[in-house]
């Protein structure tokens, strides 16, 4: 049962991770190569506020702040590029990332952190806490999605440039959604380090950056549900499957290609085009 209960949780956190990068590139259309960066912003925030005394619950609302405004740097710093330069852009910065942190001896630096004060919960309730956790942002990421908000990232996705011929203020939305997208990243983050119970640079390097997207992307860029079965399949398979763990970002970066190469809308447009085929309207039928 420990088994199920580690995998679940797991599971839990990569679709709150996950769901993070897609109100960037699956709601706003800003293709993001270093999100794992944000992911170890908030599991290191967590675990020094955890190693200084503060509980765990209380290091979670300062792990998502600290992320969500060095993501709104960043998207400062990202707001006169697009496409392949904000994905060259983003990509830089979890380098920059791994890179201060294997030099910061108060951090860990190489040999990472491990043995700080848990969360008080125990597993089974930590995985409760985190699947909850995980429904509420997906309540939350649907919500966005069916708000005016949503639908005006929506239309920088598909057009940027005829939003701002409509005096849409693009990169106020632009750098909202980096906010949000990041500080709910240093939120799963915050998770991870007590999941795992230790965190190193190696833990969010591009290799993590590059799972994640793929999770977007075999979901479905842009639909919540799709995003969460990717998450949740992905996260799963290095489980169900050793020799994943090995070849991690050869067979990640893998499916990403092909899912670009043959399915755009991932998992969710297969199930839309299947949808629509089963339920064409029958010509010459009864009115």
């Known amino acids: 049962m420990a088994y199920e209960i580690s995998l679940i949780t797991s599971m839990a956190i990569s679709v709150l991770f996950a769901l993070s990068l897609n109100l960037i590139t699956g709601f706003c259309g800003q293709i993001s190569l270093g999100h794992s960066a944000f992911l170890g912003i908030g ?16 290091t979670l609302p300062v792990a998502m702040l600290l ?15 697009r496409h392949d330069f904000l994905a060259i852009t983003t990509m830089g910065v979890v380098f920059l990332f791994v890179g201060i942190v294997r ?18 919960f125990s597993k089974p309730e930590f995985m409760v806490f985190a699947v909850v956790l995980a429904a509420l942002v997906a309540a939350f990421c649907l919500y966005i999605k069916k708000s ?32 949000m997208g990041t500080a709910l990243a240093g939120l799963s983050g915050g998770l991870y380090a007590q999941h ?33 079965f990717g ?15 090995d070849y991690k970002l050869l067979v990640y970066g893998g499916l990403l290609f092909l899912m670009m190469r043959f399915s755009p809308n991932g ?20 009115t």
């Open 148 to 179: 005016w908000m949503g639908r005006v990232f929506n239309g920088i996705a598909e057009d940027e440039d005829t939003m701002r011929v409509l005096s849409i203020d693009v990169p106020r939305y632009k750098l909202a959604a980096f906010a």
């Open 267 to 286: 998992v969710a447009g297969i199930v839309r085009a299947v949808w629509r085929r089963f339920n064409k309207p029958v010509a010459g039928g009864a």
């Open 103 to 120: 030099q910061q001896d108060w951090l860990g630096g190489e040999m990472g952190l491990s043995g700080f004060p848990s969360s008080g």
């Open 231 to 245: 998450a949740a399949v992905l996260s799963a398979l290095p489980a169900w499957f050793q020799v994943i763990g």
């Open 43 to 58: 599991a290191y925030t967590s675990v020094m506020l955890c190693n200084a005394g503060v509980p765990f619950l209380l």
């Open 196 to 228: 795992f119970n230790y965190i190193g640079p190696d833990s969010f390097g591009f290799i993590e950056s590059v799972t994640v997207l793929s999770m977007v992307v075999f979901g479905g860029i842009g639909s919540v549900p799709g995003v969460i």
């Open 67 to 81: 992320a969500g405004v060095v993501g709104a740097i960043v998207g400062l710093a990202s707001l006169r590029v």
